[in-house]
């Protein structure tokens, strides 16, 4: 299966400042990827797909000028989270479909705290 | 979006004994997966049925498929310490390619 990496596994940020965070398939090419946030003892919501060579679908409620995600090669997809806030401190993780309906390959998440 | 609930959302047994987690779900699917997250850490496949499965037994798991209810059950036989975690199932559509929708998830606790 796919091997998904996250960068960084986390990351303190003051209050108004942006951060970036990468999801790389190591040895798949993904022209997809998905975007999961996790708040503290819920589950997993998806946030967005991401596109590779073209603009992000995001799921309902989820800010898309708020949260930029690029997806410039077929094996990295960035999501920055633009001007966070104390709300948006949460367990970020992406995931790589594979090729059959049952393939989904997660990355490790990345643990966002904003002060 | 999620699919539906899950029950429990927490138990506590102790080591030995079975645990036994439910999920609901809300639209047809093509294979219900079950995941299993420590505190703060990432997920961890655990197993998958296919909507045409009834049943499927990995290891001290055990996982049944009820697709006219759309439900299903994950049992942990002779849990111990370290099956403390939560627990997600998640659905897949038809569709190769699409996101996985999760429940809510159950959060075990084995007590040694």
């Known amino acids: 299966g796919a091997v998904v990496s996250q960068h960084p596994s986390w990351v303190i940020c003051k209050s108004g400042t942006s951060v970036k965070i990468e999801c790389r398939s190591l040895?798949?090419?993904?022209?997809?990827m998905f975007w999961y946030r996790q708040f503290p003892k819920q589950s997993l919501m998806l946030m967005a797909t991401?596109?590779?060579?073209?603009?992000?679908?995001?799921e309902q409620g989820v800010e898309k000028d708020k949260f930029l995600i690029n997806h410039a090669s077929l094996t990295l997809s960035t999501l920055t989270v633009t001007s966070a806030h104390p709300e948006d401190s949460s367990f970020y993780i992406c995931s790589v479909p594979g090729l059959a309906t049952y393939e989904q390959y997660f990355g490790p998440g990345t643990r966002l705290t904003v002060t | 979006s999620q699919q539906g609930e899950e029950d429990p959302q927490a138990l506590s047994i102790q080591e030995g004994e079975n645990a036994t987690m439910n999920c609901s779900y809300k639209t047809s699917i093509n294979n219900l997966q079950w995941y299993r997250q420590n505190s703060g850490r990432g997920l961890v496949h655990l197993i998958l049925i296919r909507s045409n499965e009834r049943e499927k037994h990995s290891g001290r798991l055990r996982v049944t498929l009820d697709t006219s209810k759309k439900s299903s059950s994950l049992l942990i036989t002779a849990s111990r310490a370290a099956d403390t975690a939560s627990y997600f199932c998640a659905t897949a559509s038809n569709q190769a390619g699409t996101a996985l929708i999760f429940g809510k998830g159950t959060t075990l606790s084995v007590s040694s």
């Open positions: 991401s596109n590779e060579g073209s603009k992000a679908t995001y």
């Open positions: 040895d798949f090419q993904a022209t997809t």
